[in-house]
Structure formats: structure tokens, C-alpha cells
């Protein structure tokens, strides 16, 4: 239509590995209520075969390389894409901003995990520190969460003038429903990743095995082929590898099914930028016990925080939660109650606002 703004989006979140982790949710929720806004036009970079939202034009681009030279081949080659797609502004919501762009860039910023915790691999924040110029050629930038754009600022040297804080929401999918498994557990739900610190969750069931509570630990999520030898060798030393289940990757019903009959969802995360599984098991009424790092940020009073690298405390808090019914019930409805402040339309709202000002800028 005449007059629409054009936003071309780098739509790799919606493909291969990423349309499985986080990042494939934020970027089908916000691409689906950007194309819900009449005066925008929006168009994704995406290989073949990639599915895209509903209302969002779907640009084909060639991308062969395999496994982790994927994004080598994908950061090379999207400048390119690029110059070839008529566009007004960038909604760039990978990890890193594209070298370059024919028009202005709005970046998402998920989290500084690469180059502020120390579990993260060298290769990784090599690549980070290589490439964190970039941010300072972005119009905006959209942080996930108040930490991560307080990190953003210190870490990258942003002007906060270019910052803002968009939270996730949350898909209508998550929400309570029927509970009494006969088969008691607690749910951890997050692709393998060293800072998501799996070791800390299985010391956790085995206490609480050891205490006589009946419940096992199920524990949702892709493990990439290049981890799944270190995740089966920290199964094995697990205090009670009985007890843990490996379910890997869980579609959205699977998933919402495991988080209402769970008891509790275990977050040990050294560092979230945002924290997605948390708001979804509140929004199913699904207690949470989080560490008190960044990642218990989006829980606030909708579950308990113990001191963080506490197995001990993590496992009073869960046995507290599974033994008392008072508790459990408050903790489901203060849950409930926290989820319902996030949303998907209003983070669609807030990123539309912000490509607008960038292209109307331009």
C-alpha cells in the first residue's frame, strides 16, 4: 500500500536451530503483530523452506553452510541480501547487528552472556568482542529487560538515549490447567547451554530423592549434537540419574502440558536476559524457584529466589512448595497474577513505535 513503511527483518531466528530456542519465539510473536500494524509492510530474510507469520512476506535468501559455520556464512552474506531488498528500516533480532545496512538499524539486544559470564565459550566472546562496534552504527536498540540494558550501557558504551526496554510476553497458550500427575515431578525447560547450569538442577532432585520426596526431574529442551556427550556424562554423575528424564525438544502443546501438571519449575541459570520459561510456567499457575541471579528478574513475587549456587536452599524451597498446599495455592495465583503483566501485543506495539520513529528519521 502507498505510504506503508517497509521493514525488512533478518528473519534467521525463524530458521534451522533458532526456530527452536528462544529466539524463535520472540521473533514469530513480534513479526506476527508487526504485520498486524496497517501502516507497515514487513518483509523476512529467510532460507527456503522457512515458515514465517501470517501478514509477513517471506524473501528467500541461500544459505547452505552447516552446523556451526551457519552464522559465519549468514553474518558474510546478509549485507548483500540486503542491498538487494528494498526497505525503509532493519529489524535486525539476532544476536549480533549485521555488518552493514542500507538503512537504519533497529537492534535487539537478548543478553551480554559472551562477554560478561565467565561460563561462556572463548570462540563465543572472541566473536562478540570483535564485533561489538557494530552497536554503536544502530539507530536503536531494544533490550529484552531493565538488566540487560543497564548491562548494555556498561558493557557496550551505549547511549542510553538509543536504548529501550521491551519485555516479552507471553503466548495465550500458557495458561492453568488440569493437574494431578500420577507420576509427581519438577520441570526445567532450556537448550543445553553451560550458563544454564543443568549440574546445579540434578544436585537438587538428588537431595530432595534423598529426603524421600517421590518426584523426578524432567528436563525439556534441544541438546545440540555437539553437546549431548558432555549432558549424558553429567546425567551419569548425577547424584540419582534415575530420577532424571531427558525429553529434549517440546512443541508448544507438549510443553504446555508438562508445565501444568508440573509442581515446580527449577531455574538455575547463571544469567537470563530475559527469562521466557519462567513467565510461561507462571502463566500456567506452575510455581518457579530461581536462583537470585539476573535471571529471577521476571519472576519478581510470582515464585521463590534463594541465594544463588544454593542447592540446599533450592531444595527447602521446593520441598516447602510440595508438602504444603497452602503454599502451592498462593504461589499458583501470585504466579498467574505475574505472568498476566506480560504480553506479546504490547511488545509488537512498542517494537512498531520504534521502527517508525527510526524510518520516519531516516
Same mark, same amino acid.
Given at each position: 500500500?502507498?505510504?506503508?513503511?517497509?521493514?525488512?527483518?533478518?528473519?534467521?531466528?525463524?530458521?534451522?536451530?533458532?526456530?527452536?530456542?528462544?529466539?524463535?519465539?520472540?521473533?514469530?510473536?513480534?513479526?506476527?503483530?508487526?504485520?498486524?500494524?496497517?501502516?507497515?509492510?514487513?518483509?523476512?530474510?529467510?532460507?527456503?523452506?522457512?515458515?514465517?507469520?501470517?501478514?509477513?512476506?517471506?524473501?528467500?535468501?541461500?544459505?547452505?553452510?552447516?552446523?556451526?559455520?551457519?552464522?559465519?556464512?549468514?553474518?558474510?552474506?546478509?549485507?548483500?541480501?540486503?542491498?538487494?531488498?528494498?526497505?525503509?528500516?532493519?529489524?535486525?533480532?539476532?544476536?549480533?547487528?549485521?555488518?552493514?545496512?542500507?538503512?537504519?538499524?533497529?537492534?535487539?539486544?537478548?543478553?551480554?552472556?559472551?562477554?560478561?559470564?565467565?561460563?561462556?565459550?572463548?570462540?563465543?566472546?572472541?566473536?562478540?568482542?570483535?564485533? &561489538?562496534?557494530?552497536?554503536?552504527?544502530?539507530? @536503536? $536498540?531494544? *533490550?529484552? #529487560?531493565?538488566? +540487560?540494558? !543497564?548491562?548494555?550501557?556498561? /558493557?557496550?558504551?551505549?547511549?542510553?538515549?538509543?536504548?529501550?526496554?521491551?519485555?516479552?510476553?507471553?503466548?495465550?497458550?500458557?495458561?492453568?490447567?488440569?493437574?494431578?500427575?500420577?507420576?509427581?515431578?519438577?520441570?526445567?525447560?532450556?537448550?543445553?547451554?553451560?550458563?544454564?547450569?543443568?549440574?546445579?538442577?540434578?544436585?537438587?532432585?538428588?537431595?530432595?530423592?534423598?529426603?524421600?520426596?517421590?518426584?523426578?526431574?524432567?528436563?525439556?529442551?534441544?541438546?545440540?549434537?555437539?553437546?549431548?556427550?558432555?549432558?549424558?556424562?553429567?546425567?551419569?554423575?548425577?547424584?540419582?540419574?534415575?530420577?532424571?528424564?531427558?525429553?529434549?525438544?517440546?512443541?508448544?502443546?507438549?510443553?504446555?502440558?508438562?508445565?501444568?501438571?508440573?509442581?515446580?519449575?527449577?531455574?538455575?541459570? &547463571?544469567?537470563?536476559?530475559?527469562?521466557?520459561? @519462567? $513467565?510461561? *510456567?507462571? #502463566?500456567?499457575? +506452575?510455581? !518457579?524457584?530461581?536462583?537470585? /541471579?539476573?535471571?529471577?528478574?521476571?519472576?519478581?513475587?510470582?515464585?521463590?529466589?534463594?541465594?544463588?549456587?544454593?542447592?540446599?536452599?533450592?531444595?527447602?524451597?521446593?520441598?516447602?512448595?510440595?508438602?504444603?498446599?497452602?503454599?502451592?495455592?498462593?504461589?499458583?495465583?501470585?504466579?498467574?497474577?505475574?505472568?498476566?503483566?506480560?504480553?506479546?501485543?504490547?511488545?509488537?506495539?512498542?517494537?512498531?513505535?520504534?521502527?517508525?520513529?527510526?524510518?520516519?528519521?531516516?
Amino acid at each position: 500500500m502507498p505510504g506503508q513503511i517497509r521493514v525488512v527483518t533478518d528473519g534467521m531466528g525463524l530458521a534451522r536451530d533458532s526456530a527452536y530456542r528462544g529466539i524463535g519465539t520472540y521473533c514469530r510473536h513480534v513479526l506476527a503483530a508487526l504485520a498486524e500494524e496497517a501502516d507497515l509492510e514487513v518483509t523476512a530474510l529467510v532460507p527456503t523452506g522457512t515458515e514465517v507469520p501470517d501478514g509477513v512476506r517471506a524473501r528467500r535468501v541461500l544459505r547452505v553452510a552447516p552446523g556451526r559455520w551457519a552464522a559465519e556464512e549468514h553474518d558474510l552474506l546478509l549485507p548483500l541480501d540486503l542491498l538487494r531488498t528494498p526497505g525503509d528500516v532493519l529489524f535486525s533480532p539476532g544476536k549480533l547487528p549485521p555488518r552493514w545496512s542500507p538503512y537504519p538499524v533497529v537492534q535487539t539486544v537478548h543478553d551480554l552472556v559472551p562477554l560478561s559470564d565467565p561460563t561462556a565459550s572463548p570462540s563465543e566472546r572472541r566473536e562478540w568482542q570483535r564485533a &561489538s562496534r557494530r552497536w554503536q552504527h544502530a539507530a @536503536a $536498540v531494544v *533490550a529484552v #529487560s531493565a538488566h +540487560t540494558a !543497564v548491562e548494555a550501557t556498561a /558493557t557496550l558504551g551505549l547511549d542510553s538515549s538509543r536504548l529501550h526496554v521491551v519485555p516479552h510476553g507471553v503466548d495465550a497458550a500458557f495458561r492453568p490447567g488440569p493437574r494431578g500427575s500420577t507420576d509427581p515431578y519438577l520441570l526445567f525447560v532450556g537448550e543445553y547451554d553451560p550458563r544454564k547450569r543443568h549440574r546445579l538442577a540434578f544436585q537438587v532432585i538428588g537431595t530432595l530423592a534423598d529426603r524421600g520426596l517421590p518426584h523426578t526431574l524432567r528436563v525439556t529442551g534441544r541438546i545440540a549434537p555437539w553437546y549431548a556427550e558432555l549432558m549424558a556424562q553429567l546425567v551419569a554423575d548425577a547424584p540419582r540419574p534415575d530420577r532424571i528424564e531427558l525429553l529434549g525438544y517440546q512443541n508448544v502443546d507438549a510443553l504446555v502440558r508438562l508445565y501444568q501438571q508440573a509442581d515446580v519449575l527449577l531455574v538455575t541459570s &547463571s544469567a537470563e536476559g530475559f527469562g521466557l520459561p @519462567a $513467565v510461561e *510456567a507462571m #502463566s500456567c499457575g +506452575t510455581p !518457579v524457584v530461581t536462583f537470585d /541471579t539476573n535471571a529471577s528478574q521476571v519472576v519478581g513475587d510470582g515464585g521463590l529466589v534463594v541465594p544463588d549456587g544454593d542447592v540446599t536452599a533450592m531444595a527447602d524451597a521446593v520441598a516447602a512448595i510440595c508438602t504444603d498446599e497452602t503454599l502451592r495455592r498462593d504461589l499458583r495465583e501470585r504466579a498467574v497474577r505475574r505472568a498476566a503483566t506480560f504480553s506479546w501485543a504490547e511488545s509488537g506495539r512498542q517494537h512498531a513505535a520504534i521502527l517508525r520513529t527510526e524510518a520516519r528519521r531516516r
